[in-house]
Every structure is written in structure tokens, then in C-alpha cells.
């Protein structure tokens, strides 16, 4: 399984000793997006052996719903492979996989993303196969290094059945403004982020 995650907070002022309340900030800070959403964004992973380069070409905005088009290239193929995310206040979830609409959504990272919120997600098998089952928790924010530097990420936990019916986990990391920038299959299988260049906005 091969998958591929917002914070926001709020921060309130008291007013000092004279009793007077702090002014409310005019432009307030907008919540961080764990996502790549710029279009032209460019990401490079090493993955099992090989390489998987993610490019955005499509964003669209609409009443606080971001709607993003991810094409995937490998090298030697020729056909992408593309990917539909929603960002939203409430987390960031993928919508469709090439030409299968994904109902419910599966859901990457839930938001606001605080430490032990857990939820359930389902994805269908490609042609006709069993569904992969599953629940992911999000653990907290941890320092993590790959290839293309260092980041403070969002680790969030998950445990599934796939199409097999072997239980299995993994450990996905959330950079904000760029998105996955490390996946882990139990010890031995990774994804890395090796290089990210950010598109315009």
C-alpha cells in the first residue's frame, strides 16, 4: 500500500494588568496546509528502487475546499498516473485514483491534527479486489530527515488488513506546504521525499 497529509491553531491574548483586552490581530496567521497545492509543485521520491516523481498541475479553490490534481511519472513509463486530494479544515483526504472515485474518501491526515485522534479508513482494490481496511492515530510533531533536508512533520500511525488479509502498519510524516515527505512499511520498506520544488501560487 502506497499512500500517500494541516495544523491550525489559535492563539488568544489577555490583556496585562490594566485590564484592558489585547486588540484582536487584523490579518490572523492562516492555518498551515500540509499539502502541496501550488501548481508546478514538483516532488521526487525514492521509493522501493526506484523513483516516483509527483507534479501538481491542476489547484482549484472553491468556499475553503482546495481541489488538487497530482500526476505521478516513473521512470521508463510513459503513462501517469494521477491522483485527486481535498484539503480542507478537516483534514486532507484523497478522492480519486486514476479513474476510481474513492466513496468514502480516504482520509490522510485529520484536522486540526492533535496527538491520539483516531479514525477509520477504507479503500477499494483495483480491479474487483478485496478492500484494504484500516485505522490511523496521529502520534504528534517530529523532527524527521530525508534526502531533501530536514522537516518538522506530523507522524500519523496506521494499522490495515489489505486485499491479502495479512495485517500490516505504517508510519507516514506530514510537512506543512509540501505534504508526505517520509513513508514507512514496517523496518525495511520506505518512501523518502529526495527533492521538492515549490510551483506558483
Do not use: H
Not at 479503500?123 to 481496511?133: D, F, M, V, Y
Request: charged share 20%.
Amino acid at each position: 500500500m502506497r499512500q500517500g497529509v494541516l495544523i491550525f491553531g489559535m492563539c488568544f491574548l489577555v490583556g496585562g494588568s490594566s485590564g484592558t483586552a489585547a486588540p484582536l490581530a487584523k490579518n490572523p496567521p492562516k492555518p498551515a496546509v500540509y499539502a502541496a497545492t501550488a501548481v508546478g509543485s514538483t516532488l521526487v521520491y525514492e521509493a522501493f528502487g526506484t523513483e516516483i516523481i509527483e507534479s501538481v498541475v491542476s489547484s482549484e479553490e472553491k468556499e475553503g475546499v482546495t481541489l488538487v490534481v497530482i500526476e505521478g511519472k516513473r521512470p521508463g513509463i510513459a503513462a501517469a498516473n494521477s491522483n485527486k486530494i481535498r484539503v480542507t479544515t478537516a483534514g486532507i483526504f484523497r478522492v480519486a485514483v486514476g479513474d476510481m472515485e474513492l466513496d468514502p474518501p480516504y482520509c490522510l491526515l485529520q484536522l486540526p491534527p492533535k496527538p491520539g485522534s483516531k479514525w477509520e479508513f477504507e479503500i477499494p482494490g483495483a480491479n474487483g479486489a478485496a478492500k484494504t481496511k484500516g485505522t490511523s492515530s496521529i502520534v504528534g510533531e517530529e523532527a524527521v530527515e530525508v534526502p531533501a533536508g530536514k522537516f518538522k512533520a506530523i507522524r500519523v500511525d496506521s494499522e490495515f488488513v489489505g486485499p491479502d488479509g495479512k495485517a500490516s502498519q505504517s508510519t507516514a510524516w506530514y510537512a506543512p506546504g509540501v505534504g508526505m515527505v517520509k513513508t514507512a512499511y514496517g523496518s525495511d520498506r520506505t518512501i523518502t521525499l529526495k527533492s521538492f520544488v515549490l510551483g506558483k501560487k
